[in-house]
């Protein structure tokens, strides 16, 4: 007895026996293999293009990193001697501001490629490039730097010298907790 679901008058086993009829022969084997070889050549070559863009992202943070502490660092050093100061409102504001100026100068700087950046916008790269985990430090350090930034701006004339005291140790408190804070991917 035959298969009575024809459909179109097409033997549905008779179908599947040509496919099997044809990958069997030669032409069906070469197409099989081309398409396998494709799908792995195609899996290698998107493994190897994510593994790339992850590598550079990594030493991307790395330098980032290595160039934020390294500008804190400095910052740090510059804002310990103002602190050994004992100086009116007018020579904190002053010297902060050059303390700010040194640590976005050209003659701060590791790599190249930051020389013309401010540490605040290296930061915020840095948190854009961190995995969700570790973004939380790295925003905090951003938005403390972008405030410090603004020192100059802020301190005025009539600032009491307790006042300017008070902005310095807190920026000293900023400073000593992310020189502290090494790498901050880790």
Known sequence: MKNTTKQDGVDPTST????????NSSLGLWVLSTIFIGLITF????????????????????NLETEISRRIYVFNKRLEELSNLDTGVGDYASK???AIKKVNSNDCYIFNEYRKRKLSTLLYELYVLLPEKNKPVAREAFEEMFLIEQFPSKIKK?????????????????TKANTANDLWSK
């Open 16 to 23: 599947s026996k040509r496919v099997v009829s044809f990958l």
């Open 158 to 174: 009539h600032t009491s010298s307790e006042q300017a005291n008070d902005y310095l140790n807190k920026m000293l408190a900023f």
């Open 43 to 62: 899996t290698y070559q998107t493994w190897c293009m994510h593994s790339k863009a992850e590598h550079d992202k990594n030493v991307q943070i790395y």
């Open 96 to 98: 902060i501001e050059k």
